[in-house]
T-cell receptor, first 112, second 115 residues
Framework: GENVEQHPSTLSVQEGDSAVIKCTYS??????FPWYKQELGKGPQLIID???NVGEKKDQRIAVTLNKTAKHFSLHITETQPEDSAVYFC???????????WGAGTKLIIKP | DAGVIQSPRHEVTEMGQEVTLRCKPI?????LFWYRQTMMRGLELLIY????????DSGMPEDRFSAKMPNASFSTLKIQPSEPRDSAVYFC?????????????FGPGTRLTVL
């Protein structure tokens, strides 16, 4: 069935450095790829998304890139700050029924 | 808008008891999702409603789980009887599904502990 693989499971970076999280999806018909951030004790919140007709999207310090041929997409966070510490989830939407297939999550740790 | 509202925030119960989780989606949204999150299995979709109708319940673990959406502003997830392996955080999310823009907005979750 459809699945989304996310790497790494844990990422530790120095404050101010960049962080990159990568996801690979299996359903070539997927057309929407959101990224969610989950802080401790809270529900996941959308931080950025990209659609299949776009290769890259940027919003201040965060950016997402999509390679439809290779079926992978990545989240880039530049100039990391302590408040970026959280668990990040990627997802791919099934074209058939709008459901999201979720990655397993990446715990991002920003070291001061 | 207050966002997605879930209650209770925490629930501790004993094995065999009935548990009911409640969700109020964002007004105007037409889709509602129930998820379960555990360390071992991550974020799992249990059931998805569109316009109050269950569309896909293939993620519901077994017959002990049931979900209803009697109207556009309320949904329940019931576990009867509960078991220790049901301990998890249960999230409700809602969206306006149009095929173009359908961001899912999550509630704060209900942390369920079954002793």
């Amino acid at each position: 069935g459809e699945n989304v693989e996310q790497h790494p499971s844990t990422l530790s970076v120095q404050e101010g450095d960049s962080a990159v999280i990568k996801c690979t999806y299996s359903d070539s018909a997927s057309n929407y790829f959101p990224w969610y951030k989950q802080e401790l004790g809270k529900g996941p919140q959308l931080i950025i998304d990209i659609r299949s007709n776009v290769g890259e999207k940027k919003d201040q310090r965060i950016a997402v890139t999509l390679n439809k041929t290779a079926k992978h997409f990545s989240l880039h966070i530049t100039e990391t700050q302590p408040e970026d510490s959280a668990v990040y989830f990627c997802a791919a939407r099934k074209a058939s029924n709008y459901q999201l297939i979720w990655g397993a999550g990446t715990k991002l740790i920003i070291k001061p | 808008d207050a966002g997605v509202i879930q209650s209770p925030r925490h629930e501790v119960t004993e094995m065999g008891q009935e548990v009911t989780l409640r969700c109020k989606p964002i007004s105007g949204h037409n889709s509602l999702f129930w998820y379960r999150q555990t360390m071992m299995r991550g974020l799992e979709l249990l059931i998805y409603f569109n316009n109050n109708v269950p569309i896909d319940d293939s993620g519901m673990p077994e017959d002990r789980f049931s979900a209803k959406m009697p109207n556009a502003s309320f949904s329940t997830l019931k576990i009867q009887p509960s078991e220790p392996r049901d301990s998890a955080v249960y999230f409700c999310a809602s969206s306006f599904t149009s095929g173009i823009a359908d961001t899912q907005y999550f509630g704060p979750g209900t942390r369920l502990t079954v002793l």
